[in-house]
């Protein structure tokens, strides 16, 4: 929101390369991504007071396209109504009730049409897990480490990585946030955080055991509306409290963008070289290659550049600024 830049901290920490260029795909996966998104984003507003009408729209919208999607759309929507639920507190959710009216009759409208639609498709197409096949998965250190980087970026058949000190450096930036999210946050905040992170990990070896069709084992975009929930929800709390102190310094957001702004031209690089000479080619592909898109490599490479440092120059400003919504 306009005036409130910190409130983004979450989304800049959700958003990395693999869920960009899985919300760019022309697929399922994008528009799962995309409305897991725009569906908790305008969950967690609804927790804040002064909620505009177009956030209970656009909730109802991206809910319903969630759960049309895939089919676990509608089990990724209560989860996130849970999650959110906690959060925001009985008084919040009471006060929610009494002044929807017609928008949040609206907004549940839509979303429970996807959920019903969804689940008529289940019930004629969809296809069950042969659970007589039931496995627990065998998750080591490797196995463990692996999945956690495809939530950075992983492209190709999950053969193509970035150099470690980008999965470093993300790392870095979404623990951190989630670390002063956990000191700063209030009892029930706190429980909703810990439950996304335990929800993740749970869905995703519970995904994994009933996992038969084809031989093949879960991908994070599979569970990828699970894991939004955490630095989306990390962000909201971070922000909300001026615990601790250092972490409202002005120098936080820009080291934020900056590390954020690295990752992605990292992972655009790196894709880009796949593409142009292959992963051992030269690093500096931009006038000699195999192949290129249309316009060739320098202006795409231009085009890259300026929006990642779009991203670190929007957040240069003063935060004591920032309206605040700490009473809440």
């Not at 009471?94 to 017609?102: E, P």
């Not at 670390?179 to 955080?193: D, H, I, K, M, T």
């Not at 963008?257 to 992972?267: F, G, K, N, Y």
């Amino acid at each position: 929101e306009r005036g409130r830049p910190r409130y983004l901290l979450g989304l800049i920490c959700a958003v990395s390369p693999a869920v960009l260029i899985t919300a760019a795909s022309v697929s399922n996966s994008g528009v799962e991504v995309s409305s897991a998104i725009c569906f908790l984003a305008c969950l967690i507003r609804l927790s804040r007071p002064d909620v505009p009408g177009w956030v209970w729209v656009a909730g109802g919208i991206s809910g319903a396209a969630l759960a049309l999607a895939r089919d676990l759309g509608p089990a990724w929507i209560v989860f996130d109504l849970v999650l959110v639920g906690i959060f925001a507190g009985g008084e919040r959710l009471r006060t929610l009730r009494a002044a929807g009216g017609g928008r949040l009759r609206l907004a549940g409208g839509l979303v429970a049409a996807g959920v019903a639609v969804s689940g008529l498709w289940q019930a004629f197409n969809g296809v069950r897990p042969d659970l007589s096949l039931l496995r627990f998965p065998e998750v080591s250190f490797d196995l463990a480490n692996g999945f956690i980087r495809q939530t950075v970026g992983v492209f190709g058949p999950l053969n193509v990585f970035m150099p470690n000190f980008a999965y470093r450096l993300w790392a870095l930036i979404v623990l951190l946030l989630i670390g002063v999210a956990l000191f700063a946050a209030r009892p029930r905040q706190r429980l909703a955080l810990v439950l996304a992170v335990a929800g993740f990990v749970v869905l995703s070896v519970a995904l994994e055991a009933v996992q038969n069709i084809g031989g093949f084992g879960v991908q994070v975009r599979h569970v990828m509306p699970v894991f939004l929930t955490i630095p989306l929800l990390a962000g909201e709390i971070a922000a909300r409290s001026p615990k601790p102190r250092w972490f409202h310094s002005p120098l936080v957001l820009p080291a934020f963008a900056a590390a954020a702004a690295a990752v992605h031209l990292t992972a655009w690089h790196t894709l880009g070289r796949r593409f142009a000479v292959g992963e051992q080619g030269p690093p500096a592909f931009f006038r000699s290659y195999e192949w290129a898109p249309p316009g060739g490599w320098i202006p795409w490479a231009a085009l890259t550049c300026a929006g990642c440092a779009l991203l670190f120059f929007a957040f240069l400003g003063n935060p004591r600024k920032e309206l605040s919504y700490q009473a809440q």
